[in-house]
């Protein structure tokens, strides 16, 4: 069965680096999204991707983040200048339309 | 705005007893509904699914109903195992330009032998 996968799965930075997620969708997939957990809390909605462009994103999405989808396959998230409170799960999720989305395993960034 | 509300946790049962776990939801329109289960340091597992009212989603013994007279998707399943044991996360999508997926706080299950 088609999953979606992560890399790398732990990341330790140091406050101020510059981390990239990276994210394969499933391959039929259209849409791409990001999302986040900080330790004990909810899953949070960052933003969604669709035909290049991104189609929504929450207030956490500021302008330290981005996303780009660099080549048919990858999907990437970059955090420019990490904060300590940027430390949660990053999961990546993608859908072949419009509500079912599938999630990674997620990467856990520790920012320190 | 859409929002979610499950009930809180954790949860306790012994093996073989019966699961229900509440969600209800605040959404403008018609939203899908969805369980999302995560086992210990995994990600999140799509469970079931419900894309319209009255609609059952079910698996692995799991299921719920979209009850939009409630605005409720509880999560219900007649004999539990140790190995259900795991964070529970009801959740809605609603296209508000980037179909966006609204997750409740989690409901931690332990389930004892």
């Known amino acids: 069965e088609p999953e979606v996968t992560q890399t790398p799965s732990h990341q330790v930075t140091q406050m101020g680096q510059e981390v990239i997620l990276r994210c394969v969708p499933i391959?039929?997939?259209?849409?791409f999204y990001w999302y986040r957990q900080i330790l004990g809390q909810k899953v949070e909605f960052l933003v969604s991707f669709y035909n290049n462009e991104i189609s929504e994103k929450s207030e956490i999405f500021d302008d330290q983040f981005s996303v780009e989808r660099p080549d048919g396959s990858n999907f990437t998230l970059k955090i420019r200048s990490t904060k300590l409170e940027d430390s949660a799960m990053y999961f990546c999720a993608s859908s072949e339309r419009m509500e079912t989305q599938y999630f990674g395993p997620g990467t856990r960034l520790l920012v320190l | 705005g859409n929002s979610v509300t499950q009930m809180e946790g954790p949860v306790t049962l012994s093996e073989e007893a019966f699961l229900t776990i509440n969600c209800t939801y605040t959404a403008t329109g018609y939203p899908s509904l969805f369980w999302y289960v995560q086992y210990p340091g995994e990600g999140l597992q799509l469970l079931l699914k419900?894309?319209?009212?009255?609609d059952k989603g079910s698996n692995k013994g799991f299921e719920a109903t979209y009850r939009k007279e409630t605005t409720s998707f509880h999560l219900e399943k007649g004999s539990v195992q140790v190995s259900d044991s795991a964070v529970y996360f009801c959740a809605l999508t609603r296209n508000t330009g980037g179909f966006k997926t609204i997750f409740g706080a989690g409901t931690r299950l332990f389930v004892k032998a």
């Open positions: 419900a894309t319209k009212a009255d």
């Open positions: 391959s039929n997939h259209l849409y």
